[in-house]
């Protein structure tokens, strides 16, 4: 069984900073064979590429909305990824969810384990 176990998330105002982290767990769960995502989907929206990050953590890939503003990062010591989040807008509003597959992806449909979600809200 894999837990993915997000927190982070918060109430924060426009142009501050939240740093989101997903831990991995699980006696079938090898870390080191995952690519992890950051996803995120607002109220009566579909879900939505946020970013990316390699098994190996030297390869990222961030949506458009995300780029230069958010930075993904892992520490494969201890089965966490993080989402740095700066400079966050209202329209960052949403449920932040991590997932884990075998190849970095932008698709919902390519990840094969998902964590529950941790709200984010800014406020303006």
């Known amino acids: 069984q894999v837990q993915l176990v997000e927190s982070g998330g918060g109430l924060v105002q426009a142009g501050g900073s939240l740093r989101l982290t997903c831990a991995a767990s699980?006696?079938?769960?090898?870390?080191?064979?995952?690519?992890m995502g950051w996803f995120r989907q607002a109220p009566g929206k579909e879900r939505d590429f946020v970013a990316a990050i390699s098994r190996s953590g030297g390869n990222t890939v961030y949506a458009d909305s995300a780029k230069g503003r958010f930075t993904i990062s892992r520490d494969n010591a201890k089965n966490t990824v993080y989402l740095q989040m700066n400079s966050l807008k209202p329209e960052d509003t949403a449920v932040y969810y991590c997932?884990?597959?075998?190849?970095?992806?932008?698709?919902?449909?390519?990840?094969?384990?998902w964590g529950q979600g941790t709200q984010v809200t800014v406020s303006s």
């Open positions: 699980g006696r079938t769960f090898n870390w080191n064979s995952y690519a």
């Open positions: 997932a884990a597959d075998s190849i970095v992806s932008r698709q919902v449909r390519s990840y094969r384990y």
